[in-house]
C-alpha cells in the first residue's frame, strides 16, 4: 500500500520550511519514527520522521526546497494496511514552494507583462500605467489590477508580503497589509501574523548597483538571518526602548564558580550565564512589571506568573534565543545542567521551535567574546533584556584605599512604555547586588 509522507505541522504560525538535508534515498527501507529529513523553520531545524514502515519509493524534493506545511515530500509503499491519521488530508496535496533565483522571476514576470505584439495602441489622453513595478533588477509579483489597488490605496507593492505560490501578491493581500498597518498604527485590534510579526514594515530602499565600484559576490540570507532581519527590525521600529547601565563587583562570585568548577563535569560546568539566569529570575519576581508584555490594542499590560529566560546562544548559523523555563523554581546547579545541553543542542541545530518559545525576558552574554558594553534590543513582545559585557579587575574605592575589584558591565535595555527610568535602574542594581552579595536572592524575594 501507497502512503504520502507529508511535512507536519512542527510548531503554531509556522507554514513552511526549507529541506536543509535528506536522510534516505530512493529503494530506502524505513522504519516507523525514522528520520527522512531536516526542514529548517523559523529559527530551528526540525527532523521530520515516517509514520510508517516500508519502502520509498519516490522522493518529491531535493534539499533547499521550501515546502509548505502539509506538503508531499515523499511516497513510500507498505506492505501492511496501515490507516493514515486523521489529521493528515489525503485529499489535495499542498504545493511545493521551490526558491528560484531572482533572474529567473524576473524573466518570468516580465514576459507575462509584456503586452501581445498584434494589440492595439492605446487612445490618447492619460492612461493608467500598469507595466510591471521594478526597483533595480527586482519585480512586484502581482499582476496589473493588483499594482493598480495598491497604487490606489497609496501602498508601496514592495511592503506587501505574497501569500500565493511564489510569494505572488493578490488584492486581498493588499487590503490586509492595508488594514494590518491601521491596526498597528491605531491599536484597533489584534493581528494575525502572515510570516513575520509585521511582513514589510521595514522594506528595505532600492540599493545602488555596487558593481559599478568593483566586483561583488551574493549569497542568500539564512532563514535564521531572514527571522532575525524581521524581528530586530519590528523591534526597532515600534518599541520607544532606553538601555541602562551599571557595574557589578563579581570579585567573590566568580571565585566561588572557578571553585565549583574544579569538581564539576562538563555537563554541569557552572557559567556566568547559569548565574544571570537565576538571578535575573529572582529580579522578575521582585519585579514584575519587567516580567510582562504590553497589550495596547486591548490597552493592558499583561503580567506573567512564570518566568521562563531565554539565552541568546551564537551558532554558525545565526543567533538563536532557547527558553529555560520556570528559571524562578530551578537552583543554579539545574540550570547550569539544563543550560549546558540546550546551548549544545541549540549549536547542533537540533532545537525544536518549543525550545524557543514562551520567553518572558532574554539574557545576551558577550563576555566571552569581548567589549565595554553594547546596547541589545528588546524581543518583542518582551519588554526587557540584559547584556553582558566583558568583566575586567578595576580599582575601587573601599573608603580607606583602592583594592581591585573584578567588574561585570551589564546593560540593561527595556521598553519605554512599560518600564519608567527609575524602576529601569533599581531593577538592574537589584541585580547588581545580588551579584555582589548573594544574600540578597533571599533577603530581597
Known amino acids: 500500500m501507497k502512503h504520502e509522507i507529508r511535512v507536519p505541522a512542527v510548531s503554531e504560525g509556522v507554514t513552511e520550511g526549507t529541506v536543509v538535508s535528506i536522510t534516505v534515498a530512493v529503494g530506502d527501507s524505513v522504519e516507523v519514527e525514522q528520520t ?108 496589473p489590477s493588483v499594482r493598480r489597488l495598491a497604487r490606489d490605496l497609496g501602498v508601496d507593492i514592495y511592503q506587501v508580503q505574497g501569500t500565493g505560490p511564489g510569494a505572488r501578491i493578490s488584492e486581498d493581500d493588499v487590503r490586509n497589509f492595508v488594514r494590518e498597518t491601521m491596526q498597528r498604527i491605531t491599536g484597533g485590534g489584534s493581528v494575525p501574523s502572515v510570516v513575520g510579526e509585521f511582513p514589510g514594515l521595514h522594506a528595505q530602499r532600492p540599493l545602488p548597483d555596487f558593481s559599478r565600484w568593483g566586483t561583488i559576490r551574493r549569497e542568500p540570507l539564512s532563514r535564521v538571518r531572514e527571522l532575525t532581519a524581521d524581528s530586530m527590525g519590528y523591534a526597532w521600529s515600534t518599541i520607544p526602548m532606553v538601555t541602562q547601565y551599571d557595574n557589578a563587583q563579581i570579585t567573590e562570585i566568580e571565585a566561588f564558580r572557578q571553585k565549583t568548577n574544579q569538581r564539576a563535569s562538563a555537563e554541569n560546568r557552572l557559567t556566568m550565564t547559569a548565574i544571570m539566569v537565576k538571578v535575573c529570575a529572582a529580579a522578575l519576581k521582585a519585579f514584575p512589571g519587567v516580567n510582562s508584555s504590553l497589550d495596547l490594542a486591548n490597552k493592558e499590560l499583561v503580567l506573567k506568573d512564570y518566568v521562563h529566560i531565554g539565552v541568546a546562544v551564537d551558532t554558525p548559523g545565526g543567533l538563536l534565543v532557547p527558553v529555560i523555563r520556570d528559571a524562578d523554581e530551578k537552583g543554579i546547579e539545574r540550570l547550569a545542567t539544563e543550560l549546558n545541553g540546550l546551548a549544545e543542542k541549540t549549536r547542533e541545530r537540533k532545537i525544536s521551535p518549543a525550545d524557543m518559545e514562551g520567553g518572558t525576558f532574554t539574557i545576551s552574554n558577550l563576555g566571552g567574546v569581548g567589549g565595554t558594553s553594547f546596547t541589545p534590543i528588546v524581543y518583542a513582545p518582551q519588554v526587557a533584556i540584559l547584556g553582558i559585557s566583558t568583566a575586567s579587575m578595576q580599582p575601587v574605592w573601599d573608603g580607606n584605599q583602592f583594592v581591585p575589584q573584578l567588574i561585570m558591565p551589564l546593560s540593561l535595555t527595556y521598553d519605554h512604555r512599560v518600564v519608567d527610568g527609575a524602576d529601569g535602574a533599581r531593577f538592574l542594581r537589584w541585580i547588581c547586588e545580588a551579584l555582589e552579595n548573594p544574600l540578597n536572592l533571599v533577603m530581597k524575594g
Open 36 to 143: 527522512l529529513l531536516e526542514l529548517e523553520t523559523d529559527k530551528a531545524v526540525v527532523e521530520v520522521p515516517s509514520s510508517y514502515a516500508g519502502k520509498i519509493t519516490e522522493i518529491l524534493v531535493t534539499e533547499g526546497d521550501r515546502v509548505a506545511i502539509d506538503a508531499v515530500i515523499m511516497v513510500l509503499e507498505s506492505s501492511e494496511e496501515v490507516e493514515a491519521p486523521e489529521s493528515v488530508s489525503e485529499d489535495i496535496p499542498a504545493p511545493v514552494v521551490e526558491a528560484e533565483p531572482v533572474s529567473t522571476v524576473v524573466v518570468e514576470q516580465t514576459a507575462a507583462a509584456e503586452p501581445p505584439a498584434s494589440s492595439t495602441p492605446p487612445p490618447d489622453g492619460p492612461q493608467v500605467d500598469l507595466n510591471t513595478v521594478r526597483r533595480n533588477d527586482l519585480v512586484a509579483p502581482a499582476a
